[in-house]
């Protein structure tokens, strides 16, 4: 029991003692802050008074929030009846992310201010040196880059990826600094601008960066702050150098603001790289970068820039161009290339400089697409024919021309719209009227060559060249179902005439390729004979070389004869003459004979018969037939009676004979000569 008394009374003194302590710390304002927090202090009350209307914040020592914040440890003198300490914690900014900054004590904004002034107050950590050196209340242009601060969120409140910190503040405070922390998450804000490298979920682009490449985009810069534009104007003008930026490419409000920046859409835009810019002060819009491409120039029509001088002359009259940076269109186009262009200062029209093709081909668009609206060129033959003619242009423009066919035209699609579709389908209706349809057809080459000499004249009234004018099968345009297409059959009739011309000239190459194979089989059988016809030429030129030889023997054999047959000859012709006188003399002689014989008998008659007595004398052949024959009769066998007109075949022969050879003896006169002796 008396063990129980006195650990009652042991625990009772050092509950006492724990409490006098506490009492003793109480009175003294004894308070510890962990290094972690911030405290804040409300000062309850002060022989000071309180703050003065419209302030928030105590710098003189009067009853409210106080400027000064303590820091983490063990601070005496802030006894609880007269102080009041809120610990907050400390402020985290992560890397590579940014901090928003509102200050809900301070100098009023000025009329063109939507965000307060940059004041030195060692990034917001010294409330007391923000206050005094005119640090203003409301939204901030500073920021805050990584890193831990010890902020009083009685004066400030900051907004972060993670959360809003605010001190003891108003429900509505807390809901307006809520959504303002929503604002800048949607607006990616809490993350450095970042240009030449695409990220996802950018709600500021209007582009799809994805489809990008990472150098490919540009930042537009818009600013919510100081004063507004001139009259007239839409494009803030670039401040500072153009080399240099003066202002940290917008990182440095103020910088910017002090060289006369104002808010707006800026001529000036960011290129790749990464920048801390307060998306309060400046929102960022990502578009791509201008490429012209190899084949095009870019004509810069400029919004933006005082007003020019026209260069093109008093005979130009379809506008004015300008030097570059003047409002117009520029005089010279840019190359090909990649450009940082603001698209809302500059208008960049691509103009290509290569040939390129327009089709006037119903459902055909080429991949520049300066052409979907152009269609087959319906067209009416002097022979009634109706075809749609599908054909296609080849064009150059010169890129020393491309800013005057800009400043005429606006672009090249209208060029083509209200210019080249009007000229080339009014010539070719005009070419179709005065042409038959089987003319369309198989003078095509003729008419392409006369349209791209008479377009090409035409064109360069306009700084465009004509290269060629290529026309396509022409097309029957209104075809009931069922019915035969006329134009086909015009093919039909043209492929026959090509045919019977292709089987002429494939006759004419079946002929010829004959005659060289004839030739071939020729060479071939003499180069299979060669040896025979060397063997031949060889025995030609030996026969030749033998007849020679013979002639020149024969001939000499045949002087030799003609010699031999002359002597011969003379020799006969002697023996001729000898004998001739011999037989003269002998027959004379046997004349003389037969003279007398004659005259013996007294009569030349009775001298014949004597003679032709002796020779049936003496002749081997009987004179009576052993056998008759009856020619000719009455055809009973007797023979016709003379005078009865019935005349044997013995004496017709004989008839015959004598009719034939009076007939063959010329009917000479004979002269009467006086009767000759028989021997003479």
């Known amino acids: 029991m008396g063990s129980l008394t006195s650990l009652f009374v042991t625990g009772f003194v050092v509950v006492k003692i724990v409490f006098a302590i506490l009492l003793v710390l109480a009175i003294v304002g004894v308070r510890y802050i962990p290094h972690r927090r911030v405290g804040i202090l409300e000062k309850l009350w002060s022989p000071r008074g309180s703050l003065a209307q419209g302030r928030?914040?105590?710098?003189?020592?009067?009853?409210?929030?106080?400027?000064?914040?303590?820091?983490?440890?063990?601070?005496?003198?802030?006894?609880?009846?007269?102080?009041?300490?809120?610990?907050?914690?400390?402020?985290?900014?992560?890397?590579?992310?940014?901090?928003?900054?509102?200050a809900r004590d301070g100098q009023p904004l000025g009329q063109s201010q939507t965000l307060g002034a940059i004041a030195d107050c060692n990034g917001f950590q010294d409330p007391v040196a923000f206050l005094t050196n005119g640090g203003q209340r409301g939204r901030q242009r500073a920021i805050l880059r990584e890193g831990v601060y010890a902020m009083n969120t009685a004066l400030f409140v900051i907004i972060t990826e993670q959360s809003v910190h605010a001190g003891p503040c108003s429900r509505q405070e807390r809901e307006q600094c809520n959504s303002w922390q929503q604002e800048i998450l949607a607006a990616r804000g809490f993350s450095p601008v970042l240009i030449g490298s695409a990220f996802e979920g950018e709600t500021a682009m209007q582009v799809d960066a994805s489809k990008l490449m990472p150098h490919d985009l540009i930042g537009i810069v818009t600013i919510h702050d100081g004063p507004t534009l001139e009259p007239g104007e839409f494009i803030a003008p670039q401040v500072g150098s153009a080399e240099t930026s003066a202002h940290n490419y917008f990182q440095d409000p103020e910088a910017f603001l002090t060289l006369g920046g104002r808010r707006g859409k800026q001529l000036q835009v960011l290129t790749?790289?990464?920048?801390?810019?307060?998306?309060?002060?400046?929102?960022?819009?990502?578009?791509?970068?201008?490429?012209?491409?190899?084949?095009?120039?870019?004509?810069?029509?400029?919004?933006?820039?005082?007003?020019?001088?026209?260069?093109?002359?008093?005979?130009?009259?379809?506008?004015?161009?300008?030097?570059?940076?003047?409002?117009?269109?520029?005089?010279?186009?840019?190359?090909p290339g990649k450009y940082a262009?603001?698209?809302?200062?500059?208008?960049?029209?691509?103009?290509?400089?290569?040939?390129?093709?327009?089709?006037?081909?119903s459902g055909q668009t080429e991949a520049h697409r300066y052409d979907e609206a152009l269609t087959s060129i319906p067209l009416i033959t002097a022979d009634g024919y109706e075809p749609l003619l599908p054909l296609s242009l080849v064009l150059h423009?010169?890129?020393?021309?491309?800013?005057?066919?800009?400043?005429?035209?606006?672009?090249?699609?209208?060029?083509?719209?209200?210019?080249?579709?009007?000229i080339l389908t009014a010539y070719f209706r005009d070419v179709a009227q005065s042409s038959n349809m089987l003319d369309l057809l198989t003078h095509r080459e003729e008419i392409q060559r006369l349209a791209t000499e008479a377009l090409g004249r035409r064109f360069q009234d306009f700084d465009i060249n004509c290269v060629a004018v290529l026309i396509g099968r022409p097309e029957t345009a209104l075809l009931k179902p069922g019915q035969d297409d006329p134009i086909d059959r015009l093919f039909d009739q043209l492929r026959q005439r090509r045919l019977a011309e292709e089987q002429k000239e494939t006759f004419a190459k079946q002929q010829e390729a004959a005659v060289q194979l004839k030739a071939l089989h020729h060479v071939q059988a003499e180069a299979e004979r060669q040896t025979q016809l060397?063997?031949?030429?060889?025995?030609?030129?030996?026969?030749?070389?033998?007849?020679?030889?013979?002639?020149?023997?024969?001939?000499q054999l045949a002087k030799r004869e003609i010699t031999l047959a002359e002597g011969h000859a003379r020799a006969i012709e002697l023996d001729g003459q000898g004998e001739a006188a011999r037989i003269a003399q002998v027959g004379e002689a046997e004349a003389s004979v037969s003279r007398q014989k004659i005259e013996a008998f007294t009569d030349p008659r009775l001298y014949a018969l004597n003679l032709i007595a002796a020779q049936l004398a003496n002749s081997k052949q009987p004179l009576v037939p052993e056998r008759v024959v009856l020619l000719g009769g009455n055809g009973d066998g007797k023979p016709g009676a003379p005078g009865s007109g019935e005349v044997g075949l013995f004496q017709a022969i004989m008839q015959m004979l004598a009719a034939w050879q009076h007939m063959a003896e010329p009917a000479v006169p004979q002269k009467s000569e006086p009767p000759r002796d028989i021997a003479a």
Do not use: C
């Open 56 to 102: 928030i914040l105590a710098l003189k020592g009067e009853a409210g929030y106080q400027a000064r914040v303590l820091r983490g440890g063990l601070y005496i003198g802030y006894p609880f009846w007269m102080y009041r300490v809120h610990t907050v914690p400390l402020v985290t900014i992560a890397e590579g992310r940014i901090g928003y900054v509102y």
């Open 272 to 335: 790749d790289g990464t920048f801390f810019i307060n998306r309060w002060f400046a929102t960022i819009e990502l578009q791509p970068k201008t490429l012209i491409p190899i084949g095009y120039v870019g004509v810069v029509i400029s919004y933006y820039g005082a007003s020019g001088e026209d260069v093109t002359g008093a005979q130009f009259r379809y506008g004015e161009q300008v030097e570059a940076g003047r409002r117009g269109v520029w005089r010279e186009a840019l190359a």
């Open 341 to 361: 262009l603001n698209p809302y200062a500059l208008k960049v029209e691509l103009v290509p400089t290569v040939n390129f093709v327009l089709r006037w081909i």
């Open 397 to 422: 423009i010169d890129y020393e021309k491309a800013p005057r066919v800009v400043q005429r035209f606006g672009d090249v699609r209208r060029l083509i719209t209200q210019t080249l579709d009007p």
């Open 534 to 555: 060397t063997q031949t030429r060889v025995e030609i030129e030996i026969a030749g070389n033998r007849g020679a030889a013979q002639l020149a023997e024969a001939g």
